[in-house]
């Protein structure tokens, strides 16, 4: 009788086990909506698995400690975890295994200035654009590389980032700052003053798309600043307007004619600094300008992104009179494929 009761015993034992076994592979999720949990570094698998049952990611606190049982050589990342959707007790080991930590993904694309970036932190609920517009405005992260630099525009390097939600607007100015290093020194700058190159290559940025006209607009802003000509870049008319807060998404002759000291209008030379953040081929085009005789350029008429460049104004007023009569008659032909064709019964009186 002992012994049936011992194997009934051993019975339930192992079959109990192999339940428990089992579970771990189904799926739950005790949470209606995004749970995060934030495991600090050294956090104790006790502790890990208590805060996953509270957080509803386990259903059980043991199940998670007898999965790591099983896999004793895994080991927990610190970070912060977002639980979404149901997920079984083993996929939730593996995922602390992995460091799966959420992240927010941020992509600063190439001519992209402080305002923007802000707008973007802001619209991803990251940070506010208050904040990042505040930590940008202090040029501390590169006053060892560039002491005259106003602010941080032009130094916050367009690439794709990954941010936290305990990420601060001064810890993503630093990631940016620290990306903008790197591309500067793979770039071989030897002795170019960094401030004036980052200034130049964010016109450059702004005013020339296609790749291969860079080093020329280089050339032509280089030849006008070394005659003491005004470099009149309507991007920089823009930039004064958005510091005055005052931009409505056009150049108005108020523009042209403000006196503020980005407006290269007004003001012959460089702008007090960048006014957008420049890629690699805008600085590298800054680095290495084309040698021309150019001092003009005016953008073709086709949508092409490409420019007419010319070494005198006769030609540049040429240029722009082709580039105005371009843009009439494709104006013209819009509107004509918009006007509606003769009626049948027009047609047939």
Same mark, same amino acid.
């Given at each position: 009788?002992?012994?049936?009761?011992?194997?009934?015993?051993?019975?339930?034992?192992?079959?109990?086990?192999?339940?428990?076994?089992?579970?771990?592979?189904?799926?739950?999720?005790?949470?209606?909506?995004?749970?995060?949990?934030?495991?600090?570094?050294?956090?104790?698998?006790?502790?890990?698995?208590?805060?996953?049952?509270?957080?509803?990611?386990?259903?059980? #606190?043991?199940?998670?400690?007898?999965?790591?049982? =099983?896999? @004793?050589?895994?080991?927990?990342? &610190?970070?912060? $975890? %977002?639980? +979404?959707?149901?997920?079984?007790?083993?996929?939730?080991?593996?995922?602390?295994?992995?460091?799966?930590?959420?992240?927010?993904?941020?992509?600063?694309?190439?001519?992209?200035?402080?305002?923007?970036?802000?707008?973007?932190?802001?619209?991803?609920?990251?940070?506010?654009?208050?904040?990042?517009?505040?930590a940008a405005r202090d040029p501390t992260l590169v006053r060892d590389l560039a002491p005259r630099a106003p602010t941080l525009e032009g130094y916050l390097f367009p690439?794709?980032?990954?941010?936290?939600?305990?990420?601060?607007?001064?810890q993503s100015c630093r990631q940016m700052t620290e990306r903008f290093r790197r591309a500067w020194q793979e770039l071989d700058p030897g002795d170019a003053d960094p401030?004036?190159?980052?200034?130049? #290559?964010?016109?450059?940025?702004?005013?020339?798309? =296609?790749? @291969?006209?860079?080093?020329?607009? &280089?050339?032509? $802003? %280089?030849? +006008?600043?070394?005659?003491?000509?005004?470099?009149?870049?309507?991007?920089?008319?823009?930039?004064?307007?958005?510091?005055?807060?005052?931009?409505?998404?056009?150049?108005?002759?108020?523009?042209?004619?403000?006196?503020?000291?980005?407006?290269?209008?007004?003001?012959?030379?460089?702008?007090?600094?960048?006014?957008?953040?420049?890629?690699?081929?805008?600085?590298?085009?800054?680095?290495?300008?084309?040698?021309?005789?150019?001092?003009?350029?005016?953008?073709?008429?086709?949508?092409?992104?490409?420019?007419?460049?010319?070494?005198?104004?006769?030609?540049?007023?040429?240029?722009?009179?082709?580039?105005?009569?371009?843009?009439?008659?494709?104006?013209?032909?819009?509107?004509?494929?918009?006007?509606?064709?003769?009626?049948?019964?027009?047609?047939?009186?």
């Amino acid at each position: 009788m002992r012994l049936w009761r011992l194997a009934a015993l051993t019975v339930l034992v192992v079959g109990a086990a192999g339940l428990a076994v089992h579970s771990l592979s189904w799926k739950y999720a005790g949470f209606r909506t995004d749970v995060f949990l934030d495991i600090p570094k050294g956090t104790p698998a006790r502790a890990v698995a208590s805060e996953l049952a509270e957080a509803g990611a386990v259903r059980y #606190a043991w199940q998670f400690l007898l999965a790591r049982a =099983l896999r @004793p050589r895994a080991r927990i990342q &610190a970070g912060e $975890y %977002l639980f +979404r959707r149901p997920a079984s007790t083993w996929e939730v080991l593996e995922r602390l295994e992995k460091g799966d930590i959420f992240y927010y993904q941020v992509t600063v694309p190439e001519g992209s200035n402080l305002f923007d970036i802000a707008a973007a932190l802001e619209s991803q609920q990251i940070l506010p654009a208050a904040e990042f517009l505040e930590a940008a405005r202090d040029p501390t992260l590169v006053r060892d590389l560039a002491p005259r630099a106003p602010t941080l525009e032009g130094y916050l390097f367009p690439d794709t980032y990954r941010l936290s939600r305990h990420t601060t607007a001064g810890q993503s100015c630093r990631q940016m700052t620290e990306r903008f290093r790197r591309a500067w020194q793979e770039l071989d700058p030897g002795d170019a003053d960094p401030h004036a190159t980052v200034t130049l #290559a964010s016109l450059i940025e702004k005013e020339a798309s =296609l790749e @291969p006209e860079r080093p020329l607009v &280089a050339s032509v $802003y %280089l030849n +006008r600043l070394q005659l003491g000509i005004p470099l009149q870049c309507d991007p920089t008319t823009i930039y004064a307007a958005l510091l005055e807060d005052r931009y409505r998404g056009a150049i108005h002759r108020s523009d042209l004619d403000n006196k503020q000291r980005y407006n290269t209008y007004q003001h012959a030379g460089l702008p007090p600094g960048p006014i957008a953040n420049p890629g690699r081929t805008a600085l590298k085009a800054a680095l290495r300008p084309a040698q021309t005789p150019y001092l003009y350029f005016v953008a073709r008429p086709d949508g092409s992104g490409a420019h007419v460049f010319s070494k005198d104004l006769a030609a540049h007023q040429r240029a722009v009179w082709k580039y105005r009569r371009g843009l009439t008659q494709a104006k013209q032909a819009t509107t004509a494929k918009q006007l509606p064709g003769p009626s049948a019964a027009s047609r047939r009186r």
